[in-house]
Each structure stands twice: as C-alpha cells, then as structure tokens.
C-alpha cells in the first residue's frame, strides 16, 4: 500500500478528519463514545496527527496513540466501527477525489479489521462480539 499522506497533503487531511469528527459528535451512535473528549480542538490534533503518520507522514508530535486501549476505554464495539467506517466512507467520499478516498478508505479498514480481531481475540474485555459482515 503506498504512501498517500503527501498526495492529500496535510491541509486536506486536517480538514476532512476535523469534518468527520464534526459529523461524529452529531451522530445517534458514535456521539456517545466520543462525549468523553473534554477537549476537541486537542483530540482533533491528535487525530489528524495520526492520520497524517498512518497515511505515510512524518511524525511531528510525540504522542503515543494506544489505539486499542483507547477504544476499549470508550467503549467502542465492532457494531460502533461498521458505523464509523460508513459515516468516515462517506465524509472522505465528499472531501477527496476516488483514488484519494478509496485508498484512505483501505487503510481505515485495515485498523479498523485489526480492532475487530482484537475484540474477537479477546484483548479488549469486556466488549460483546458480533461479525460486522453480519451487518446490512
């Protein structure tokens, strides 16, 4: 997979992460996980940040992301990432070209796919497990 981050640049990248994110906190499911960020304009940094380095950037703040201990914490589960991928589908649909989009998209997935497993493995406790594939 290759690298896109300075295909999207990182100005787009901010915009549609800071985009979606907006859509997040204004949605009937994933507004509840996400209500426990005391401080958005911190997180959305945060996010784009790790947009930017897992799209293929350089690093440049030093924070470390512990992507499944974050998750478990707030309670996300796999039914909550079949919403976050369709509505993240979407925003990066309206925000980027195709190519653009469908390869963001493929890496979203791929995270997303490692968080699923991790659920089904059994390393992030305490969360109920249902095949996302099961989902209409």
Avoid at 95 to 105: Q, T
């Amino acid at each position: 997979m290759r690298d896109i981050a300075n295909d999207i640049g990182r100005e787009r990248i901010a915009q549609t992460v800071t985009a979606f994110y907006a859509q997040v906190r204004q949605h009937p499911t994933l507004s509840i996980p996400f209500a426990r960020v005391d401080d958005w304009p911190h997180h959305l940094e945060v996010l784009i940040q790790f947009w930017w380095v897992s799209l293929g950037g350089e690093r440049y703040l030093g924070y470390d992301y512990q992507v499944p201990a974050k998750h478990a914490a707030a309670g996300f589960t796999p039914e909550l990432l079949v919403d976050w991928l369709a509505l993240f589908k979407q925003t990066l649909e309206s925000h980027l070209p195709a190519d653009l989009a469908a390869a963001w998209y493929a890496r979203a997935e791929r995270i997303g796919n490692s968080l699923r497993m991790l659920h089904e493995d059994g390393h992030m406790p305490g969360l109920q497990i249902e095949q996302a594939s099961d989902k209409p």
